[in-house]
């Protein structure tokens, strides 16, 4: 049988503050848009609206940074504020050039800036402010995947994704900081393919892949649509979390 899986941005979530639920907002616009969870739904929302909710603010008046930060400012030109918390998200930097700071996050992923972004984040008159990943993004998947399950009674997938760039190639796709309900990482090692040959490297990464794919319809500007609902197939293989797609630190080539 053929396989099919579909992408749907709903419209409808407002600006999420500190503190919102978001399992009702997603609710209400799956209304909105006349739309509805599934068994093989997959739940996909920007890291952007959960760092809201949980109020991962940082207001840049109120940082004051460091020596290392001032150093690193002056060689990459960037605000030695942002690069103050950086460096506080971070546990290592691993290259700074003029424009590029390129750290690996204390959850592991390596990226620009720990991830630290400042468009569509509101701020006030005469302030700026700064949001963090989620301190939990795996933690966050979990507690989504319940509140929805109350609320529909579907037991769906949810992956917090957010934008990455990537070293060879230009551009940014959107990968999976966490997720809960579904095969983050597939191992595919010890199958055989169509010819009996066993397949010895095979890993996919499926929760990255969906990231991804949501991204096109979800859009990184002003589309104002984080949150997508990807359905249609669900692959039949162990649940694994996102940490599992964390290449471990004496495997990396390039450090």
């Excluded at 009702?24 to 739309?35: K, Q, W, Y």
């Excluded at 109020?55 to 008046?61: E, H, P, V």
């Excluded at 290592?92 to 991830?115: F, K, S, T």
């Excluded at 969906?210 to 500007?221: D, L, P, R």
Aim: proline content about 5%; hydrophobic content about 45%; glycine content about 10%.
């Amino acid at each position: 049988m053929g396989r099919r899986l579909c992408f749907e941005a709903l419209s409808g979530i407002p600006e999420v503050r500190p503190g919102d639920a978001l399992s009702p907002l997603i609710v209400a616009a799956l209304a909105e848009n006349d739309s509805a969870l599934g068994h093989d739904s997959i739940v996909v929302v920007a890291q952007k609206i959960v760092s809201k909710s949980e109020g991962r603010f940082a207001w840049l008046d109120e940082v004051i940074p460091s020596d290392k930060a001032r150093e690193l400012a002056r060689i990459t030109g960037k605000d030695a504020r942002l690069v103050e918390l950086t460096l506080s998200e971070s546990t290592r930097v691993l290259r700074a050039v003029p424009g590029v700071l390129i750290v690996r996050h204390r959850l592991g992923y390596v990226m620009a800036n720990a991830g630290i972004d400042m468009s569509n984040v509101p701020g006030e008159a005469g302030r700026e402010r700064a949001l963090l990943l989620p301190l939990d993004p795996e933690a966050s998947a979990a507690g989504l995947r319940e509140a929805l399950r109350e609320a529909t009674g579907q037991a769906v997938g949810v992956i917090v994704s957010d934008s990455f760039g990537r070293p060879w190639r230009n551009g940014v796709v959107n990968v999976a900081l966490g997720s809960a309900g579904i095969p983050a990482l597939i191992d595919r090692r010890g199958d055989t393919d169509r010819h009996g040959r066993t397949l010895q490297i095979t890993q996919t990464a499926f929760a990255d892949a969906v990231a991804a794919g949501a991204a096109v319809v979800m859009g990184e500007g002003d589309e104002g649509m984080p949150v997508v609902i990807a359905s249609g197939f669900m692959p039949a293989a162990p649940e694994t979390d996102c940490r599992a797609l964390v290449r471990p630190i004496d495997t990396d080539l390039f450090q």
